[in-house]
């Protein structure tokens, strides 16, 4: 199980950014998929998940209605679109999905939103 995240960069407030994650060793359809990330100086937090086998979304209270995730099944990735960011959006974001009681994470992604 690999997880790979790529897209992050520096944005404005009030910008967009859109993060993927691709999976291999496993299809991204029949798993929960979750992105958190790690501002400075902070612990890691929940941002979104989507669930496998169905499309049951969830949202932290911070990101909901500006974050939005989705699943390719085709390409085996998860995007999160990112809008209306804030300065507060900073941070490393991480992709996450579990099997069989084990966590898998990737590699962090850096986004940076400064004016």
């Known amino acids: 199980v690999q997880l790979a995240e790529s897209g992050g960069g520096l944005v404005q407030p009030g910008g967009s950014l859109r993060l993927s994650c691709a999976a291999s060793?496993?299809?991204?359809?029949?798993?929960?998929m979750s992105w958190y990330r790690q501002a400075p100086g902070k612990g890691r937090e929940f941002v979104a998940q989507?669930?496998?086998?169905?499309?049951?979304?969830n949202y932290a209270d911070s990101v909901q209605g500006r974050f939005d995730i989705s699943r390719d099944n085709a390409k085996n990735t998860v995007s999160l679109q990112m809008n209306d960011m804030k300065f507060e959006d900073t941070g490393v974001y991480y992709c996450?999905?579990?099997?069989?009681?084990?966590?898998?994470w990737g590699q962090g992604t850096q986004v940076t939103v400064s004016s």
């Open positions: 060793g496993f299809p991204v359809s029949s798993y929960y």
């Open positions: 989507i669930a496998g086998f169905g499309s049951i979304i």
């Open positions: 996450k999905t579990r099997r069989a009681g084990t966590e898998y």
